[in-house]
């Protein structure tokens, strides 16, 4: 692989980084939890799982600006859905900010 693919990885790595920082962080603030799943379980997974008060239960798709979301993980996010799960997908730290307000 090339030194500036790799570098936009990097970059792209870090981005996706804080923008789940940002999730857990919002979380902690309203008591709640923020679990990072581990794809090794399941292929496609969502990246987090949010507990927060009142029961809610959401799981958060991050992604890096211009990520697009894979087959596998179009299909959890389906599945989920159709048990009754809310599934997000959030790209910016902003997108997080308008998460957390649209459950206050």
């Known amino acids: 692989m090339s030194s500036d ?3 936009r990885l990097q970059t792209a790595t870090v981005r996706e980084i804080k923008v789940e920082d940002h999730l857990r962080e919002g979380a902690e603030a ?4 923020c679990l990072k799943l581990n794809s ?3 292929v496609g997974i969502p990246d987090r ?6 029961g809610l239960v959401v799981f958060v798709e991050t992604k890096t600006i211009g990520g697009v979301v894979s087959g596998k993980q179009g299909w959890w996010h389906r599945r ?4 009754g799960f809310r ?5 910016t730290k902003q997108q997080v900010d308008e998460f957390y307000a ?3």
Not at 49 to 54: A, C, E, Q, S
Not at 80 to 83: D, G, P
Not at 87 to 91: P, Q
């Open 49 to 54: 799982v949010l507990l927060l008060p009142g």
């Open 40 to 42: 090794a379980w399941y």
């Open 102 to 104: 649209s459950i206050a």
């Open 30 to 33: 309203r008591d709640g939890f």
């Open 80 to 83: 989920l859905r159709a048990l």
């Open 87 to 91: 599934v997000e997908i959030i790209w």
């Open 5 to 7: 693919f790799n570098k």
